[in-house]
């Protein structure tokens, strides 16, 4: 059988009575399967879809202790990067990226990070404008059932940094079991199950949501400028839910790297540093599996976010206080527990990757058509400096990036690495940030 | 209510120890209040100081299958099936009276005596209690105290359920304890007349029981600092004793000594000629020895009532037990058979930080209500 | 055909170009207006403001429509807190996606739950005629009964329409009307109508030039100040008749409201918000060296301040100061675990809640000696004076203490410092050292040393480290030797119950208050507080019955909402 006629075959459309109503049954236009050469292709012959996503953790790493020995191709790494070592070739380091503050005032523990995912230098009382992950999500994540998912693994929910258009933000989930209660509950549609009954009550929900939208829709007259922004925003929200409904009534093409996980239960709560690792891990093999199952393509992933109140059991200063009380090991030439507990934050970067490189797909992995973006708050979070804040990629969003190197860039704006992974995701971006981190220079020496 | 307040010393671990001011007037007298979490029989084994060993669970069914008259194939097949997780065989009908077959746990002396190993070595916790030193006594290497008196350790001590180190509790103690955590009303344990902690020569200790059970805290572990609601039953009304500290350690002087307690544990705590001794631990909770002589058909009966099912997964030989408490009794003989009726024990009892809530004698039940 | 009185003066207009120009003049009428200047045209008002329901309050209206057994199968996103308080933020925060599938969650589920069998006959007013068929009649009479009731108003024709017209679609695709019905109402609870408080103004004709919430708004403001839900039957009724907007009747709802013990929900609402008690729920404690701290008593923490604050302002109509000073609470035998004193189980039960006094000498005064300040404010292992002193400045004093800077030079924090100091009030004394941070510092630390003889769970400790705690401190001026001292201090402090009318007024409107409603609030208001004996109900009463509280004036900042 030729490409074209099974191409033909697998176009098929059912037409079916459901209830009285027709109801098409038609497959997506991205359809997957494996080319000849046994890599996972799309029926267009197109390489499978791009994923992207944030993450972040807090406090920074200790200057001296993470970077690889030399510039150039990563042979070693740092010992609070020890646990990325077997990622070695699928990741870049970056040294020497600053936010320039320019004479605005920062806010400890926050601009820092929000500075690479808005191109902004931002305090806590100025009005935060769409992230990089919601301004990618919009550029990629369009035809999925959810547009990005957010996590949080501190329980920090109301301090993820993610926001929508309007200063809208989006706080992670905190629980992995509800995160799974909402990717694979009983709505979920597995593109690999043979049978496929599309629920009637599934256009009852779409006849609803239209109904929602057309009787409120007069509404937005009523109201003065900023409240109309938030009201757009819930119509956005709704029409993503409708986009949802509409999914629920096509089969989906199968995906043979779909497999559902089995539920998740809570590891506990709290900022317990093993509770905060279980929990994050969780959220990165529900992430891996929604991604592998096309549910999304963008997320973002929270590890601890803010100032960290991560805590070893049984010693009674967290993660925070011990990076402004803990004196300096003398042998160590760092604060040792904080160096654990910043291991301990790479440990969990590791388990996101694991999880990602998990899902085979051919002869390459998830992750090596993901881009994900690695944050911090601070350089030394000790002085809350915001020179040579450590920042993290990992994957090359289909080759499209060059992975396995550490880059040291001359004191340059954290916002380089944003635009070059927005570049790299094929993004129609030129420049990016504003201001004193405005930038129009990707980062060559990863640059494709 | 008239409740005696508490002040505790409660020092926390870790880089900052912080304490509690006791009372502002340092003539007052402190009161120390506390809840028990768990008690067992004070024990000192040492790896293979029971030789034989005792059967386990396998070696008890098949011994019982074999009273029962079983051939080889028969308790191979048996054995066999319980390895793979079978029902364990019911071998309770195993004993012979008169040549009728009959239930061995409510006639143990219709099996013959399997001569269980007991305990031979002369360590052992507890009380000097007929002030005499006699060759099955012990030495009590926590006190140094010689001639002391506690057969029920020689009669556990080589049975897997209660087998442990120096102040540990054996898995039997610990699981009876764990499973009734919640539903037991607790033991409280009232020391009132403290003037120095270190030493006093006069204070008292009353042992009595709780209308509440005790609670669980964030680790799972008894709740400290709770109030509980003493229960006046007429029964522990007579536990009240008079003791002294010296260099921290408190000792109490002779007393009878009763506790209700829920069977699966222990059919009571009933000592006569008890004495007690307790420390106070830095972490604020009391840990001691209350040691007397006790009835031991009680203590039979609550082995016994576990029947078939306790007997194997517990590996304890019920009526070899029987025999070894016959035979290691010790004291308050039977007038008319001369067979001592009371055996020399000792219990640990574990214990947090309490308060207690004394009602009104207005309020107290007498037994006939 | 009902249409409400926001509707009344545009059904008389019935060209489109007369409703532009009549909008126009009205525009004109009010920039002139704003020209003219101050007092009258100004008016103490603010501008009217969209907010989302908090959790609580979404509850509540669901249990008032339907009742308590209904289930909430859906999860809520964690509520935004701005300018200190969730209702202000609930102005601010937004349905992302996630959250409106949760939402969308939640309806199917109570629609489907109110629909069933067993709780049918107790919602549906009508029985369809055919079961399996549609009823668009009965459809449209349980629709706008339930819909009254969730949207704080009457439904308008069109939105009603579209409701029954889904119910129908459904009922065709389903062969069922009781399910059709059930998404029909899922359809009312998705939408913005319900899930946001869209407050709607119309020009007042009792101050020209300026606006005033609709009545409908007004019931709206009034009910989730006072009760914390959505309005009652008697209060929609007062609201279609016109009732509220004359002061006889505005008095008369305010009175009923007050006197009722729904009022005890209103101020329990208010003072969770204000105490920031919402931070319980990610608050967790390092159990190796608290263990008797768990969830059963975090709760019973909380609770035990709101009843303390209920029986003194609400039961007992006390003054609000008093709140600072005194050591009559609730206890139950389990919480007072966490505060290592005795509390005689009320009928033999550990968890039942019993009038408790706190010692004279145990150093307890007032609610921010209690565990729920204490324990919310502190670090999981360790007790933080500096954000102890933070909160209690920003939570009763209305102040804002800034962030920490971002250019913090440790070099004067050095190792041998380090190893020399043995109490956290040593090693904070450099912070009130050094220029950059004794700003800030010299505010919180002085007041948050003061409650170190608490640990951070708000159990009591004497000594740290061998020394014994000094808990001696300073407030603007004011010093004390003890948290019963730094009590007294607040009591007396003017900022208090100035900071107490700001914050509840605030709450009340879902905004910081505007420029003119500052000024009434620090000056008029605030001696009337004081005249009334700090009482809260009386504030309460002047609040609900004041102008301002209902006067809508539109500023360039403020969104401003008109009527059609």
């Not at chain 1, 500075?115 to 999925?144: F, R």
């Not at chain 2, 008259?69 to 308790?75: D, L, N, P, Y």
């Not at chain 3, 964690?78 to 209702?87: F, H, K, Q, S």
């Not at chain 3, 030039?209 to 209060?235: H, I, V």
């Amino acid at each position: 059988m030729t490409t074209a006629a099974k191409l033909a075959s697998r176009r098929r459309v059912l037409k079916g009575m459901l209830a009285g109503s027709a109801v098409t049954v038609g497959l997506p236009f991205l359809d997957c399967f494996l080319n000849e050469n046994g890599t996972a292709v799309a029926a267009t012959g197109q390489s499978l879809p791009s994923i992207y996503g944030s993450w972040s953790w807090s406090l920074g790493l200790n200057p001296g202790q993470w970077e690889p020995p030399t510039v150039g191709k990563i042979t070693r790494m740092g010992r609070e990067t020890a646990a990325l070592e077997r990622f070695k070739d699928k990741i870049n380091l970056y040294g020497g990226l600053s936010v320039f503050t320019a004479g605005k005032s920062p806010s400890v523990h926050y601009t820092g990070v929000h500075a690479p995912l808005t191109g902004q230098v931002l305090s806590t009382i100025d009005p935060v404008p769409a992230s990089i992950d919601t301004i990618i999500a919009d550029h990629i994540g369009a035809s999925t059932r959810f547009r990005s998912l957010q996590m949080v693994a501190d329980g920090n929910a109301r301090l993820t940094p993610s926001y929508r258009p309007g200063g809208i933000q989006q706080p992670g989930e905190i629980s992995p079991a509800a995160m799974y209660a909402r990717v694979f509950g009983p709505e979920f549609i597995d593109p690999n199950s043979a049978n496929f009954k599309p629920d009637p009550r599934t256009m009852a929900r779409q006849s609803v949501l239209s109904a929602v939208r057309y009787q409120s829709k007069s509404l937005e007259k009523l109201l003065g400028a900023s409240d109309r922004a938030r009201l757009d925003e819930y119509f956005t929200s709704l029409r993503q839910l409708e986009q949802q409904v509409d999914l629920q009534l096509q089969k989906p093409a199968p995906l043979p790297t779909c497999s559902p996980p089995e539920p998740v239960a809570d590891p506990g709560s709290g900022k317990e540093v093993e509770v905060v690792v279980a929990t994050h891990k969780l959220h990165a093999k529900i992430a891996a599996h929604a991604l592998a199952c096309d549910q999304t393509r963008v997320f973002n992933l929270a590890y601890t976010c803010g100032a960290s109140g991560v805590y070893v059991k049984g010693d009674p200063q967290s993660h925070h206080v011990l990076t402004h009380e803990e004196p300096v090991d003398s042998e160590l030439g760092c604060q040792r527990r904080v160096a654990y507990l910043n291991m301990r934050s790479m440990g969990a970067f590791a388990d996101l990757l694991e999880a990602l490189s998990a899902v085979r797909e051919g002869d390459k992995t998830l992750l090596d058509r993901a881009l994900i973006l690695g944050v911090t708050d601070h350089g030394y979070a000790r002085a809350h400096t915001l020179d040579a804040i450590p920042m993290i990629t990992a994957g090359s969003a289909n080759g499209r990036m060059k992975t396995g190197l550490y880059v040291v860039a001359n004191r340059d704006p954290v916002t380089r690495l944003s635009l070059t992974v927005q570049q790299a995701l094929g993004l129609p971006v030129g420049t990016w940030g504003v201001e004193s981190m405005q930038t129009s220079k990707a980062i060559s020496e990863v640059a494709v | 209510m008239r409740i005696r307040e508490a002040i505790a010393f409660v020092a926390v671990g870790g880089a900052t120890a912080l304490s509690m001011v006791p009372a502002q007037n340092a003539v007052a007298s402190e009161t120390r209040q506390y809840a028990v979490y768990l008690s067992y029989p004070a024990m000192s084994n040492e790896e293979g100081d029971c030789k034989p060993s005792n059967p386990d669970s396998i070696g008890i069914l098949r011994e019982g299958l074999r009273l029962q008259g079983k051939s080889s194939a028969e308790i191979e097949q048996a054995v066999d099936g319980v390895q793979r997780g079978d029902k364990r065989p019911d071998i309770s009908m195993r004993g012979k009276l008169e040549g009728k077959t009959v239930d061995a746990y409510l006639y143990p002396f219709s099996v013959p005596d399997s001569q269980l190993s007991l305990v031979q070595g002369h360590v052992g916790i507890g009380f000097n209690l007929d002030g005499k030193d006699k060759p099955e006594d012990f030495v009590d290497p926590l006190t140094g105290e010689r001639g002391v008196d506690n057969q029920l350790f020689r009669v556990l001590g080589c049975s897997r359920p209660w087998r442990a180190k120096i102040g540990e509790a054996g898995p039997y103690q610990l699981g009876k304890w764990e499973q009734t955590f919640e539903s037991a009303p607790a033991w409280l344990i009232d020391i009132s007349g403290i003037d120095s902690a270190e030493n006093d020569d006069d204070v008292e200790v009353r042992v009595l029981l709780a209308k509440q059970p005790l609670a669980r805290n964030a680790l799972g572990t008894a709740l400290a600092y709770l109030t509980f609601t003493a229960d006046p039953i007429t029964r522990t009304a007579g536990n009240v004793v008079h003791g002294s500290i010296k260099n921290g350690r408190l000792t109490t002087g002779k007393f009878d000594f009763y506790l209700p307690s829920e069977p699966q544990k222990q059919a009571e705590y009933g000592l006569r000629d008890a004495r007690m001794r307790f420390e106070f631990l830095p972490d604020g909770r009391l840990k001691g020895i209350v040691g007397g002589y006790q009835d031991w058909r009680p203590l039979y009966i609550t082995l016994a009532l576990r029947r078939s099912v306790g007997e194997q997964s517990g590996s304890y030989d019920t009526p070899g037990h029987y025999y070894a408490f016959r035979k290691l009794a010790d004291a308050y003989p039977d007038p008319k058979t001369g067979q001592n009726m009371y055996i020399s024990s000792a219990y640990y009892l574990e214990a947090v930080p309490a308060f207690i809530a004394y009602p009104e004698p207005s309020q107290q039940l007498t037994r006939a209500q | 055909m009902t249409s409400g009185p926001h509707m009344m003066s545009w059904s008389r207009v019935s060209k489109r170009w007369g409703r532009a120009v009549v909008f126009a003049s009205l525009s004109a009428v009010m920039a002139v207006a704003q020209l003219i200047g101050p007092a009258e045209a100004q008016g103490v008002g603010g501008g009217a403001t969209v907010r989302l329901l908090t959790q609580d309050e979404y509850r509540n209206v669901i249990a008032d429509v339907f009742g308590t057994d209904i289930k909430l199968a859906g999860r809520f996103e964690p509520d935004l807190r701005v300018n200190g308080l969730i209702a202000v933020g609930a102005g601010k925060a937004g349905v992302t996606g996630s959250a409106l599938e949760q939402y969308d969650n939640m309806a199917r589920a109570i629609g489907s739950e109110v629909t069933d069998e067993r709780h049918r006959v107790l919602f549906v007013p009508c029985a369809p005629k055919s079961i399996h068929d549609p009823d668009p009649a009965c459809a449209k009479r349980f629709l706008a009964e339930m819909g009254e009731l969730l949207f704080r108003r009457p439904l308008m024709d069109d939105e009603l329409a579209y409701f029954v017209d889904s119910a129908t679609q459904t009922t065709t695709h389903t062969g069922d009307f009781y399910t059709g019905l059930g998404f029909g109402l899922a359809g009312i609870l998705s939408s913005p109508q319900f899930l946001f408080r869209l407050e709607v103004s119309e020009e007042d004709p009792a101050h020209p030039g300026l606006r005033r919430l609709t009545a409908y708004s007004k019931a709206e403001r009034l009910s989730f100040l006072l009760w914390n839900s959505g309005p009652d039957q008697a209060l929609l009724a007062a609201a279609k008749s016109g009732a509220l907007h004359t002061k006889k009747g505005l008095d008369e709802q305010v009175e009923r409201m007050l006197a009722s013990p729904r009022l005890e929900n209103g101020v329990r609402a208010f003072f969770t918000d204000m105490l920031e008690f919402d931070q319980f729920d990610t608050l967790g404690k390092d159990t190796t060296l608290y263990p008797n701290y768990t969830a059963e008593v975090a709760e019973q923490a909380k609770e035990q301040t709101l009843r303390t604050i209920v029986n003194l302002l609400v039961r007992d109509r006390g003054d609000y100061r008093d709140l600072f000073t005194t050591r009559k609470s609730e206890m139950t035998a389990r919480l007072g675990s966490l505060y290592r004193v005795p509390v005689s189980p009320r009928d033999g039960v550990i968890d039942a809640w019993t009038p408790y006094e706190f010692a004279p000498d145990s150093g307890h005064a007032g609610i921010i000696t209690h565990a729920s300040f204490l324990a919310l404010h502190s670090h999981p292992g360790q007790t933080s004076p500096t954000i102890r002193g933070k909160a209690l400045r920003e939570v009763f004093l209305c102040q804002k203490v800034p962030d920490p800077p971002a250019t913090v030079d440790f070099s004067r924090f050095n190792e041998a410092t380090a190893a020399r100091t043995k109490t956290v009030r040593e090693r904070l004394q450099m912070h009130s050292e050094s220029p950059v941070c004794a700003g800030c510092h010299r505010i919180t630390d002085p007041v948050g040393l003061t409650l170190e003889k608490f640990d951070t769970v708000g159990g009591f400790r004497a000594i740290e480290n061998g020394t014994p705690i000094d808990t001696s401190g300073e407030m603007n001026g004011v010093k004390y030797e003890d948290p019963v001292g730094l009590g007294a201090a607040l009591h007396d402090n003017k900022s208090v119950p100035s900071c107490l009318v700001s914050r509840l007024y605030s709450y009340g409107v879902g905004r910081p208050p505007a420029a003119e409603e500052s000024k009434w609030l620090s000056g008029e208001l605030a001696n009337q507080f004081a005249a009334d004996r700090y009482r809260l109900p009386a504030l309460l009463r002047r609040i609900a019955t004041s102008d301002a509280f209902y006067q809508i004036v539109p500023t360039a900042l403020s969104a401003s909402v008109s009527s059609k």
